[in-house]
C-alpha cells in the first residue's frame, strides 16, 4: 500500500464547475500538506500550502485537511480551461516529500 | 528570469551508455533534488542534497550517481543506461525540505529514453 494514494482520473467536468480533488494517506506524522499543478510537459508547481489540519483559501482555490480521517482535499470553484492540469499532492515526511501519483483534470469549455 | 534550468531537455541513449543530467539554480537554495516521473507513479525521489558537496539517497537510487561541487548545481549520471530508466527527470530546489510557502522550484524536465 502506498504512503499516498491519489485517483489518476482523468476527472472531466464543463467549465464553471466546482471541481474535488482527493488524495488520502496513511501516516498520522505528516503535518505539511500541498498541492502542486503541473502542465503538460512542464514542471510541477505549489499551488496550496497547509500546515495541520484546517482550510486554507486562495482565490478560486480551497486546501482542506482532516487529519483525523487522513484525506486532503483540494476544491476549484468557477473552474476554467486553463485549470486543465495534473494535480499532484504531496505531504512531508522527514527528510523528503512523499508525492501522489496525481489527478489528470480536464475543463471541457 | 530566476529558476531551475535543466540541460538537456530530450536524450536519447543505447542500453550500456552514459550521460549526465546538468540542473543549475539561482535562487541561492540549499536543498536540491533529482526525480523521475513515470505514468501512474507519481514523482519519485533519487538522490537530494542539503547543501554544496553533501548528497544522499532517496526512494530509488540504484543506476544513478549524484555531484554538487557548487551550491547552485546538481548533476545527475548515469553510468550505464538501461531501458527502464526511460522516464522523464526532474530537478527541484527549495529553501527548506518541506519547501514552506515557496514550494519546490522544478525545471522543466529531461524526456531521456534508452532503447
Known amino acids: 500500500q502506498k504512503e499516498v494514494e491519489q485517483d489518476p482520473g482523468p476527472l472531466s467536468v464543463p467549465e464553471g464547475a466546482i471541481v474535488s480533488l482527493n488524495c488520502t494517506y496513511s501516516?498520522?506524522?505528516?503535518?505539511?500538506f500541498m498541492w502542486y499543478r503541473q502542465y503538460s510537459r512542464k514542471g510541477p508547481e505549489l499551488l496550496m500550502y497547509?500546515?495541520s489540519s484546517g482550510n486554507k483559501e486562495d482565490g478560486r482555490f480551497t486546501a482542506q485537511v482532516d487529519k483525523s480521517s487522513k484525506y486532503i482535499s483540494l476544491f476549484i470553484r468557477d473552474s476554467q480551461p486553463s485549470d486543465s492540469a495534473t494535480y499532484l499532492c504531496?505531504?512531508?515526511?522527514?527528510?523528503?516529500?512523499?508525492w501522489g501519483a496525481g489527478t489528470k483534470l480536464i475543463i471541457k469549455p | 528570469n530566476a529558476g531551475v534550468t535543466q540541460t538537456p531537455k530530450f536524450r536519447v541513449l543505447k542500453t550500456g551508455q552514459s550521460m549526465t543530467l546538468l540542473c543549475a539554480q539561482d535562487?541561492?537554495?540549499?536543498?536540491m533534488y533529482w526525480y523521475r516521473q513515470d505514468p501512474g507513479m507519481g514523482l519519485r525521489l533519487i538522490h537530494y542534497?542539503?547543501?554544496?558537496?553533501?548528497?544522499a539517497k532517496g526512494e530509488v537510487p540504484d543506476g544513478y550517481n549524484v555531484s554538487r561541487l557548487k551550491k547552485q548545481n546538481f548533476l545527475l549520471g548515469l553510468e550505464s543506461a538501461a531501458p527502464s530508466q526511460t522516464s522523464v527527470y526532474f530537478c527541484?530546489?527549495?529553501?527548506?525540505?518541506?519547501?514552506?510557502?515557496?514550494?519546490?522550484?522544478f525545471g522543466s524536465g529531461t524526456r531521456l529514453t534508452v532503447v
Open positions: 527541484a530546489s527549495s529553501y527548506s525540505i518541506t519547501g514552506d510557502n515557496y514550494g519546490y522550484t
Open positions: 535562487m541561492n537554495h540549499e536543498y
Open positions: 542534497s542539503v547543501g554544496e558537496g553533501t548528497t
Open positions: 501516516n498520522s506524522a505528516f503535518q505539511y
Open positions: 497547509t500546515y
Open positions: 504531496a505531504m512531508d515526511s522527514n527528510y523528503q516529500l512523499i
